[in-house]
């Protein structure tokens, strides 16, 4: 069965610091695709950043990087020089068998001025 | 409009109460899907819809639930007897079917007294 855990319920990270958020999957398909979304308080969902199972390089989008490890099966999600607007609860998904999509539990991000 | 819109934004009904959430997707997009969140917790996955056809209705949590899309676009959330536990905000989202991301609405907040 297909399988999203991120591990830390809530992070803090100083304004202008880098901060890692972990991911891990668990999938039997070959071919999968992994996503990050970022929820405000406001509730929209609003994509980041996607990396494909045979993607050779991370994938990276601004100050968002996606640090894949396929062998651990792990994407990371990496945002570089936080800023305060970055406050949110960001989450990790998986797409597999033909685009079925499947989410993680979600990890809030507080940015400290 | 170009996104995809979901109604009633909020619904309020009692216990016992038949619902039904409408999700209207990005024209052109062949892929559905329903989420159920609630408060601080990831999107649970309901049903996924390719085309007119359920892909997987894996999430759906008992027989009370039912969703159709009877003609490969708008598609209507039902639920029978509803529970307090039915309480949640419940997310639409739709693609174009390959490996993009996923489009979401602003969410139908159902609340069960």
């Known amino acids: 069965a297909q399988k999203i855990t991120q591990t830390q319920p809530g992070m803090f990270v100083q304004e202008k610091e880098a901060v890692t958020l972990d991911c891990t999957y668990d999938?039997?398909?070959?071919?999968?695709?992994l996503f990050w979304y970022k929820q405000p308080s406001s509730g929209e969902m609003i994509f980041l950043i996607y990396?494909?199972?045979?993607?050779?390089q991370n994938a990276t989008e601004g100050r968002y990087s996606l640090n894949f490890q396929k062998a651990r099966k792990s994407a990371n999600l990496v945002i570089s020089a936080s800023q305060l607007g970055d406050s949110a609860m960001y989450f990790c998904?998986?797409?597999?068998?033909?685009?079925?999509?499947?989410f993680g539990a979600g990890t809030r991000l507080t940015v400290k001025p | 409009g170009a996104g995809v819109s979901q109604t009633p934004s909020n619904k309020v009904t009692e216990k016992g109460k038949y619902v039904e959430l409408r999700c209207d997707p990005i024209?052109?997009?062949?892929?559905l899907y329903w989420y159920r969140q609630s408060l601080g917790q990831g999107p649970e996955f309901l049903i996924y819809?390719?085309?007119?056809?359920?892909?997987?209705d894996s999430g759906l949590p008992n027989d009370r639930f039912f969703a159709v899309r009877p003609e490969g676009s708008v598609s209507t959330l039902k639920i029978q007897r509803t529970e307090r536990g039915d309480s949640a905000v419940y997310l639409c989202?739709?693609?174009?079917?390959?490996?993009?991301?996923?489009?979401f609405g602003e969410g139908s907040r159902l609340t069960v007294l």
């Open positions: 819809f390719q085309g007119t056809g359920a892909a997987d």
């Open positions: 024209s052109g997009h062949t892929a």
């Open positions: 990396q494909g199972s045979y993607d050779q």
């Open positions: 989202a739709s693609s174009w079917g390959g490996t993009g991301e996923l489009f």
């Open positions: 998904a998986m797409s597999f068998n033909n685009n079925d999509m499947r």
């Open positions: 999938t039997s398909d070959p071919s999968y695709g």
